[in-house]
């Protein structure tokens, strides 16, 4: 499991935690995975997922390629999530660096995945720091936008299933980055680390 870096509560009684560890072994309802609009998860989070969630993760998303075509930034897909320790994987696509508005496509990602999250009656969700690895998003800029619209979301879905929101990174620079954001956007919350 994950170690906990820090959570705040927010006015709305919802958790969000930034935890350092393997977003695939988080014991969550959901998870989010960071994908490409064709759902091939070959490599970086996407792989991690489809390794340790079996060949069904890729059936099921080849399945909904099929059915719905392409995933964009305001459409997540869904699929259920095979071996892995939570009920429901959201497909979520972040932009790629330099394609042109990628914070609005950032934030639309992030956003979708937790009215989806909501809409499927998942009471906690864990994500990535989506883009940020091979799609090449610079983690001090993603940062403040993930944790921003991370807030407003739940502040809109107050009322919802999800009560819990969980950041999982693994470590180096992207987690620095977003310690680091986290400290200067709740100063005095819930440091643990």
């Not at 350092?20 to 989070?45: C, I």
């Not at 869904?78 to 429901?88: E, K, M, N, Q, V």
């Not at 937790?114 to 091979?134: F, H, N, Q, V, W």
Request: glycine content about 10%; some cysteine.
């Amino acid at each position: 499991m994950s170690r906990l870096i820090a959570s705040v509560e927010l006015p709305s009684g919802q958790r969000f935690e930034l935890r350092q560890g393997d977003l695939t072994e988080e014991p969550v309802d959901a998870m989010v995975n960071a994908a490409n609009a064709r759902l091939q998860h070959g490599g970086g989070v996407a792989g991690a997922l489809a390794r340790k969630g079996g060949p069904l993760v890729q059936r099921e998303s080849d399945r909904w390629l099929t059915d719905n075509g392409p995933i964009d930034h305001e459409h997540p897909a869904i699929t259920s999530a095979g071996d892995l320790p939570c009920r429901f994987l959201i497909h979520a696509v972040g932009p790629v660096w330099g394609e042109g508005q990628e914070a609005q496509k950032l934030a639309a990602a992030v956003r979708t995945a937790l009215e989806t999250a909501d809409r499927l009656g998942a009471a906690s969700l864990a994500l990535p720091a989506i883009s940020t690895g091979i799609y090449g998003f610079p983690p001090d800029q993603a940062a403040p936008i993930m944790l921003a619209q991370v807030e407003t979301s739940l502040a809109s879905l107050f009322e919802s299933h999800l009560r819990l929101v969980r950041l999982v990174l693994l470590e180096g620079n992207v987690l620095r980055s977003f310690q680091a954001c986290w400290q200067k956007r709740w100063p005095s919350e819930g440091a643990v680390a």
